[in-house]
């Protein structure tokens, strides 16, 4: 759940507000003048009324907060990465240096300053990237667990089991059966999500690699335009809600997802050199 701002509690602890009390306070204290401190009351009472309530403000604590909560997620999207393997580190570093150098070229062979809003959303795709592989892998030692094959064995034995069994036993066997069959779905629910999960890593690579060539390669800025953007990041997004729905093991999209970035797009990876 999204938790509310409590302007009056950051309008209390902003530094400037904190200063400007305590040399207040002083120099009330100082001068040992009632009329000092009644004035420094109401400057205090007006400040706390006013400016908690100021639009301006709210947009200014609200900008604030959204940074810190984006570089909270940056560094629990880097302690993620430090538990890949080392194929899978090397494949999201290389993802990571690929995009800088796409921003680099593009710069250099332009002329420009600045990246178009396009070829910056990378980042968003590399974020996503790490995300999707972070549950891939989960999936997959997931499945080593077991095999569908055995559940299916436990299946079609319980339901044997039912028809040579009494009364009290058939619906102790009947319950067990039940959660079979639910494991069953699960299982196949998470096969599918490999499945997904893994062409949706092979596009985002892919599409680095496509972004990077025409960089590399444009005869124009204009040529940037042609690649399609928008559609992978439909597909991303698609991805992302077919994965909440699946199972509660992709719950950690929950926590690091749309952030900061601009409105999500493509990212993928060229081969290696």
Same mark, same amino acid.
Request: aromatic share 8%.
């Given at each position: 759940?999204?938790?509310?701002?409590?302007?009056?509690?950051? %309008?209390?602890?902003?530094? !400037?507000? &904190?200063? +400007?009390?305590? /040399?207040? *306070?002083?120099? @009330?204290?100082?001068?040992?003048?009632?009329? %000092?401190?009644?004035?420094? !009351?109401? &400057?205090? +009472?007006?400040? /706390?009324? *006013?400016?908690? @309530?100021?639009?301006?403000?709210?947009?200014?604590?609200?900008?604030?907060?959204?940074?810190?909560? +984006?570089?909270?997620?940056?560094?629990?999207?880097?302690?993620?990465?430090?538990?890949?393997?080392?194929?899978?580190?090397?494949?999201?570093?290389?993802?990571?240096?690929?995009?800088?150098?796409?921003?680099?070229?593009?710069?250099?062979?332009?002329?420009?300053?600045?990246?178009?809003?396009?070829?910056?959303?990378?980042?968003?795709?590399?974020?996503?990237?790490?995300?999707?592989?972070?549950?891939?892998?989960?999936?997959?030692?997931?499945?080593?667990?077991?095999?569908?094959?055995?559940?299916?064995?436990?299946?079609?034995?319980?339901?044997?089991?039912?028809?040579?069994?009494?009364?009290?036993?058939?619906?102790?066997?009947?319950?067990?059966?039940?959660?079979?069959?639910?494991?069953?779905?699960?299982?196949?629910?998470?096969?599918?999500?490999?499945?997904?999960?893994?062409?949706?890593?092979?596009?985002?690579?892919?599409?680095?690699?496509?972004?990077?060539?025409?960089?590399?390669?444009?005869?124009?800025?204009?040529?940037?335009?042609?690649?399609?953007?928008?559609?992978?990041?439909?597909?991303?997004?698609?991805?992302?809600?077919?994965?909440?729905?699946?199972?509660?093991?992709?719950?950690?999209?929950?926590?690091?997802?749309?952030?900061?970035?601009?409105?999500?797009?493509?990212?993928?990876?060229?081969?290696?050199?």
């Amino acid at each position: 759940m999204e938790q509310r701002v409590n302007y009056l509690w950051e %309008a209390l602890k902003e530094p !400037v507000h &904190l200063l +400007a009390l305590g /040399l207040g *306070s002083a120099a @009330a204290i100082y001068s040992e003048n009632a009329l %000092a401190f009644m004035g420094l !009351v109401a &400057l205090e +009472a007006a400040y /706390l009324i *006013s400016v908690p @309530a100021s639009t301006l403000y709210k947009r200014v604590v609200e900008r604030r907060q959204l940074k810190r909560q +984006a570089e909270e997620r940056r560094r629990a999207r880097e302690e993620v990465i430090k538990t890949f393997d080392p194929r899978e580190r090397e494949a999201v570093e290389y993802l990571r240096w690929l995009k800088n150098q796409i921003y680099s070229n593009y710069t250099k062979f332009t002329r420009s300053k600045s990246v178009p809003a396009d070829i910056r959303t990378l980042e968003a795709m590399w974020e996503r990237f790490v995300d999707f592989l972070d549950i891939y892998r989960r999936c997959k030692n997931h499945l080593r667990s077991f095999t569908k094959q055995t559940i299916e064995n436990q299946i079609s034995q319980a339901e044997r089991a039912i028809d040579a069994s009494d009364e009290k036993a058939r619906k102790v066997i009947e319950g067990n059966l039940q959660i079979l069959k639910g494991r069953l779905g699960e299982y196949e629910g998470i096969q599918r999500a490999v499945k997904l999960l893994e062409a949706q890593l092979q596009s985002i690579e892919n599409f680095f690699g496509l972004v990077n060539d025409k960089v590399v390669t444009m005869s124009s800025v204009e040529s940037i335009s042609s690649l399609d953007f928008d559609s992978i990041l439909s597909s991303i997004e698609m991805t992302r809600s077919i994965l909440e729905e699946t199972a509660p093991i992709m719950s950690t999209l929950e926590t690091l997802q749309t952030e900061e970035v601009p409105a999500l797009r493509p990212q993928m990876s060229t081969e290696r050199r």
